[in-house]
């Protein structure tokens, strides 16, 4: 446990309920100030060594149930991945590049530049208050939001299931879990390859 402090763990749970309720107020994005900010207790343990980031809470998952990777089927992946190297979700802790569910005619979109951007500060705030050793981006959305917190350029294609060093934890860039990527990109099978390799980074972190 990193957090076996009585008083170290009551700041980060309030650090932690302000930040939430920071979010839940944030009318920053016009598109999205009708959605509600999926960051809670729900999103797991603030103790975690692993912090996985996704793109955007989906609208039949996270957008629908306040669970990031549940309800859906990129949630079902999730969960196979995560069975698959023994964890979970109250070990890690999942969030979002952008926190609320962009939508366009009714169905899900790519969040745009601003929003991430918008999203970044609650992003940041909620890695400062974990302190994770390795945070696990999902898809390139949340890469190029961990690009936008560090200053760095990296690629998905390029450094895909390689450990980063980074001044604060490792990075692990994977892909995301959605049936479009492992129908067309990333087969889960790989994936689940991909994943098993996150121990091995916790442990050397």
Known sequence: MKANNRLVVEVMNNSFRQLAKKAASCRLCPDLADQPAVL???????????????????????????????????????????????????????TNAVLCNPLADGNNRRPVAQEIKNCSTFLKKSLDIIQPKVVVTLGTVALSALNQLLGTRFQLSQNVAKPLATENFILFPLYHPSPRVTNWKRPLAQQKKDFKKIRGVVSAG
Request: hydrophobic fraction near 40%; proline fraction near 4%; charged fraction near 20%.
């Open 40 to 94: 809670s207790s729900a999103n797991g343990s603030l103790d975690a060594n692993i912090v996985f980031i996704a793109e955007a809470p989906g609208r039949f998952g996270a957008g629908r149930t306040g669970v990031p990777f549940q309800g859906d089927r990129s949630g079902d992946n999730f969960e196979i991945l995560l069975k698959h190297i023994g964890l979970t979700r109250s070990e890690v802790f999942i």
